[in-house]
Structures are given as C-alpha cells and as structure tokens.
C-alpha cells in the first residue's frame, strides 16, 4: 500500500491507524499482471498454473483469462501478487468495514456525495473528537495522534503513469527504505531527485 502511517503515541488517546486507501487504484496496470500470468506459465500446463497459484479457481477459468475472456478479480490479483513476492492488496472499503464494524454500528452520512473517507469508532471509545482534512486526528490537549493519507477530491480514477522494470533484490531495497521514511513513492522519489539536485 502506498499511503504511509505517521502516529505519535500517547497512551491518553485512542491509536488512529489507515487500514486501507486507494484499494482500487493498484500499483500494477492489466498489462503488468499478464506478464506475471506468463511467467507463472512459461512451460507448465494448465493445470500447473492452478497448482503454482494455488489458485481458488480451476484451470480452465485461466485457460479463459488467457484467452482473454477473462478479467482478474482481486483474489486473482492477490494470487499472481503471491507468486511474484508482492505484498498483497489493501483490503477494499467494504471488506475492512465488514471486518472493523459491528453488525448493529450506527452509520453517519456527512454531506450528500460518497464518502472518501470512513472512520470506525470502536466501542471501547466513550467519546472522541476528530479532525478530518484529508488525514484523520484525534483532537485533544495532548499531541494528536494523525493517520496520513493522500487528499481525495473528485472521482477515484487510475492517472495515466509509466512503469520501471527493476530486479526484485533492488525493489525490495528501495522500497524498505520508502517504507521506513513513510512516504510515498512520489514523495520518496522527489526527496532522490532534491538530493541528486544538490550533489552537482
């Protein structure tokens, strides 16, 4: 997931973390998950694409998806994601609300058009103050606790963006670091591109 999490503990607030953002958006294109379905068949059969994935599908619904026929629904995504070493998808809105709410929660609408974000208050919190703009805080006379995560404004569509090919062993590099600075790819490639700057 590419939306970082910056929290200052304190243990008089409740602890705000992001479970899921932008779950749809993805971080690979159609044509980046094909290329990891060829190379999970180069040389196996059908079948043995099924048994490679362990898939929750048969082989013939990938015989259809290599026809063609077929589009990748998340637990497909998430099966290709497995087999190349990727973390898995974020969980979409309606999964982590199912898993984060109880069956009888109160549900709130602020505003007439759909909701960019949703906040689960769990029961075991009397009475909360909350600040949203664009990350949600706990509002109180200690150091607010803030989870970080992109503005959303208008519709949720995919921009247009180019893809670099890297060996795993620097992926995994780059992204331990960008992880541990809790930016985003955007940010942690501006702070390379500020550094380069003033190295010339």
């Known amino acids: 997931m590419e939306t970082a999490l910056s929290i200052i503990q304190d243990m008089r607030q409740p602890v705000v973390s992001l479970v ?23 040389g196996r059969s059908l079948r043995n694409v099924e048994l490679a994935l362990r898939s929750g599908v048969t082989f013939g619904w990938w015989a259809k998806y290599a026809a063609g026929e077929k589009v990748l629904d998340r637990e497909r995504k998430n099966e290709l994601r497995t087999w190349a070493g990727l973390p898995l998808l974020p969980p979409s809105v309606s999964e982590a609300v199912a898993a984060g709410a109880h069956p009888d929660a109160a549900v709130y609408q602020v505003g007439a058009s759909p909701a960019s974000r949703v906040v689960l208050v769990g029961a075991d919190v009397p009475a909360v103050s909350l600040r949203l703009n664009g990350a949600c805080t706990v509002v109180s006379d ?5 989870a970080r995560q992109p503005a959303c404004t208008g519709r949720y569509s995919r921009k247009p963006g180019g893809t670099i090919h890297l060996t795993r062993g620097t992926w995994e590099r780059l992204n331990t670091r960008r992880l541990r600075a809790g930016q985003s790819w955007d940010e942690f490639l501006a702070v390379l591109e500020e550094s380069d700057g003033q190295s010339e």
Not at 142 to 146: C, D, K, M, V
């Open 142 to 146: 200690g150091p607010a606790l803030e």
């Open 20 to 42: 899921t953002a932008l779950a749809e958006a993805g971080d690979l294109s159609a044509d980046e998950y094909r290329a990891i379905y060829d190379q999970v068949a180069a």
